[in-house]
């Protein structure tokens, strides 16, 4: 299986619209930008038909140590979640 990198989405952009492939890397690097922005401030980013990214709060908690079975405390803290949107989904499960 193969990873889809920045390096690719921006040639993409460059091969499909014709941009430059300055201007396509900058775009890409400005779409995440935005999307990094909103992320910081706690606002969901929704793709429709794509996906949604959001913020979580992650509440303290009871963690293990599963070698020594010694029991700590882990903190708080705030994860970024990512959510397929049902469209996405069926394509993916159709193709599949």
Not at 23 to 38: V, W
Request: hydrophobic share 30%.
């Amino acid at each position: 299986m193969k990873n889809l990198t920045r390096a690719d989405i921006s040639n993409a952009i460059y091969e499909k619209i014709g941009l430059s492939k300055t201007d396509s890397s900058k775009m890409l690097e400005q779409i995440f930008d935005i999307m990094t922005d909103a992320l910081k401030k706690e606002e969901a980013v929704k793709i429709v038909s794509f996906c949604n990214f959001y913020v979580k709060h992650k509440k303290t908690r009871v963690g293990r140590n599963p070698k020594t079975n010694e029991e700590h405390t882990i903190t708080p803290r705030k994860v970024i979640s990512f959510k397929f949107s049902k469209n996405l989904k069926d394509e993916i499960e159709k193709n599949g």
